[in-house]
Structure formats: C-alpha cells, structure tokens
C-alpha cells in the first residue's frame, strides 16, 4: 500500500467517525465504520485465501450488530470479536499459537499502529522541512492518546477534580464532544494502524515445536485416573438428572435451587480445564486416544449437568444477562468437546485450531441475532405468566431491544416502558430502538 493510501484509509475513516459519531447514540454510524475497518484488513492483506475470507465475513457480520441490537453490551462483545477476527484474517493463522498471537495482535499494535500513521503522515509532508517537528508531533499525538484515555478516569473518580477543570476549561466533562471525537479519531486511526502493522509484521515468532514432557505411561495412569473421577461422578449426576426433587432432598438436602447454586461454577471450571489437559496430553497411540475420547465424552454429560443446575436456578431467580451468557458458554464449550472428538476419530488435528475460531465466530454471530435482551424478557414474562414473581427492576434496566415484549405485560405488572427519543438521526440509527418505537406506540 503506498504511503498516500495508507494515510486515507487510517486517517479518513477516522476523521469521519469523529465527526459523524459524536452525540449520536451507538448504531448505522458505528457498525459502518467497524465495517469499513474490516475493508482496511482485507486490502492491506496481499493474499485472499478461503479461510482469510471466512474470517472477514464473520467480521464483517459481527460489525453489523451496533445497527441491529440497542443492547451496548452486545454491540460492544460484538466489536470485539469482530476485531479479533480482522486480525486473524490479516494474520492467516494455523497452529493454536499463531491463532492465539494473531486474535490479540490488533491489540499489541494499537498504539504502535497509531505511531505509524504519525510517521507516515510526518514523511508525506516532506522530512526537510518537518524533521524538527516530527518528534514533537509524534509526542503531541501520543501525549493526546495517553490525556484521552486518562482525563475521563480521574474526572470520574473525583468530583472536585472535575469541577476545577470544568471551572477551568470551560467544559461539561461528563459529554465533552471534543474530548469524545479526539477520543473516536484516535482509537479508529489506531485500529486502521494497527491491523496495517499487523500485515507487515508477524504476530508471533517461529520456533522449533518440542517434544512430549511426559511419555505414554505417564499419561496413560494420569488419564486413566481421571475417566474414573469422571465416570464416578457422572454416574452421579445420571441419577439426579433423572431422579427429580425428591433424590436431590434425599442425597443433599438442599432445594433444587441450592443445588444448582453449589455446583454451575465449578462444572465449568472442570470443563475448561478438561479441554486444557486433552490440550497438553499425549495422543500419538490407540489407547491414549481412546482415553482421550472417553475423557469427552464424560466432559459433555458433566456440561449436560450444569445445563441442567442452570436451568434449575433460572426457574427459581429468572433469566439475567450472566444467565444467558453462561447458557451460550455451555454451548460453546460443548461445541469444542465435539471438534475435539472429531479430531481424534481422523487422526488428524491439523484443522482444530481454524475449524475452533470458525465455530466461535458462529456462536457470537448467532448469539448476537438471537436478541439476548428480548430473549431474557421472554423467559421472564414466560415465568410470570406461569405465576411467579417478577423483577421489574431488573427488567426496566434492559435495553430497548426487550421492549416489543415487555410491552405484552399487564398494567397490573407494574413495569413502565424506558422513554425513547423520537429520532436517533442517521448516524444513530437502531433496528433494535426501532422495534422498540413501534411496539410503545402499539400500547
């Protein structure tokens, strides 16, 4: 890319989120320049293979969801992940390690990427005539950088600091328009830098794979061990799955709900930490594969079990946002055991790390459709309707996206609609906030 290129695809974008985004609630404006940062990956990235493609696509659906979901914790897990997977589709990874290294790579070259467009821009205007201002410019951007990130920290944290610079400056420092577009013109170049950097630099440096720490006896005892924990307990939860009530009092004496408390958090616990040994053990003869096979298969029932003690507390409290978003980890993680069966039974794990990033991407895309918000209102009124108690708090504390289906609940239920503006303007414009209009007007 030549260095007039560079400067109008970092820059530009730049320039025009700080000026359009500023004061318009999260929407269009967002999603399309998140979009437009992903047409930055692909163009400085010289090879288009399939999987570079996947990556992008994925992305690029993920950008979209600032436009289509009101909920700001969505929208921002959605950025996120859109922008690992920009950079891993920069970075074109393969193994576990160049896919680790390339998902946060954007990240490492944040202010690097940043630094680059300074210098960029200083050489394009001509190094005789700048070259004692370059230091200084460089230092002014970052020292900007650096004043963006701090200033609203301790402004926050201290309320007379902010009131001898509101006094000082003249600013209202809860909404400052040009501390926020100093603030959006930083972060977008430094994104546009950072995945430029990360085209022309390698996310992580190639070295000689080692060879196994432990031999086969080893980790035939030590797998061994744990299929027998694991089936020990499973033969457990077997009988509680199925038992009902009465065998959970009998066993434990704690209602459904306490046993479901006791236990969630630690089965994902053993859960990620299973995927973590099958990571690191031996798998090079029939036994330790099939050691390893039934090792997954124990985990799936032990993920079943914690679905089940999840579902268990959600009928007793009510679905919140954490809820669900444990509910999409079992899921995930589940996902994962079965690639990894998969992979033993071929023999070949060559294509686990990609096909692992691939089945992440389409949990986040198809979590971020499902409408998280809506679906917590839903299973919450559903509960209602059934005759149990409803936080109306909690609920008025969504965001619009619930409101179509909050709007179906009686006078009687005492939840009060969140006030909506009557336009987001286009920068701002909402599918979610939309929903939301019509079904107020509705009732």
């Not at 950025?79 to 970075?91: I, K, N, T």
């Amino acid at each position: 890319m030549s260095r007039s290129s560079l400067l109008l695809a970092g820059l530009g974008p730049a320039a025009l989120a700080a000026a359009t985004l500023a004061g318009h609630p999260v929407g269009a404006g967002v999603a399309l320049t998140a979009l437009v940062l992903v047409g930055i990956a692909v163009r400085v990235t010289a090879a288009s293979d399939p999987w570079r493609l996947v990556c992008w696509a994925a992305a690029a659906a993920l950008a979209l969801m600032p436009a289509l979901r009101s909920a700001g914790w969505v929208a921002t897990l959605s950025l996120f992940a859109a922008a690992a997977l920009a950079s891993l589709g920069v970075v074109g990874a393969r193994s576990w390690r160049e896919v680790a290294a390339g998902a946060v790579a954007w990240v490492r070259n944040l202010v690097p990427g940043l630094a680059l467009l300074a210098v960029v821009a200083t050489a394009a205007a001509g190094k005789r005539r700048w070259g004692r201002l370059a230091p200084a410019a460089r230092g002014g951007a970052l020292a900007a950088l650096l004043l963006a990130v701090f200033v609203p920290l301790f402004v926050t944290a201290d309320a007379a600091f902010a009131q001898v610079l509101g006094d000082a400056f003249d600013w209202d420092l809860r909404v400052d328009r040009t501390a926020l577009r100093v603030m959006i013109f930083l972060l977008v170049a430094g994104l546009a830098g950072a995945l430029t950097l990360t085209a022309v630099a390698p996310a992580v440096a190639g070295s000689e794979p080692r060879g196994p720490w432990l031999g086969r006896t080893e980790w035939r005892i030590a797998l061994a061990a744990l299929d027998l924990l694991f089936g020990a307990f499973v033969v457990l939860q077997l009988a509680t799955l199925f038992g009902g009530d009465e065998h959970v009092l009998r066993t434990a004496g704690l209602t459904y709900a306490e046993y479901a408390r006791e236990g969630f958090a630690q089965l994902m616990v053993v859960a990620a930490l299973t995927l973590g040994v099958i990571a690191l053990a031996r798998r090079d003869d029939r036994g330790l594969r099939l050691l390893l096979g039934l090792l997954c298969a124990l985990a799936l029932v032990v993920l079943a079990s914690a679905l089940k003690r999840l579902g268990l507390y959600e009928e007793a409290f009510g679905f919140t946002r954490l809820r669900l978003l444990a509910h999409g980890g079992i899921l995930w993680l589940g996902g994962l055991f079965v690639l990894v069966l998969a992979a033993g039974a071929r023999r070949d794990g060559r294509w686990l790390p990609r096909a692992t990033v691939v089945l992440s991407a389409a949990f986040g895309i198809a979590f971020g459709l499902s409408n998280p918000d809506a679906r917590i209102a839903g299973h919450n009124v559903a509960r209602y309707e059934r005759g149990g108690p409803l936080d109306v708090d909690y609920l008025e504390g969504l965001s619009p996206d619930a409101t179509p289906v909050l709007a179906r609940l009686p006078p009687e239920a005492g939840f009060t609609p969140r006030w909506l503006a009557d336009d987001d303007g286009l920068a701002g414009a909402n599918l979610g906030r939309a929903h939301a209009r019509a079904a107020l007007k509705r009732r």
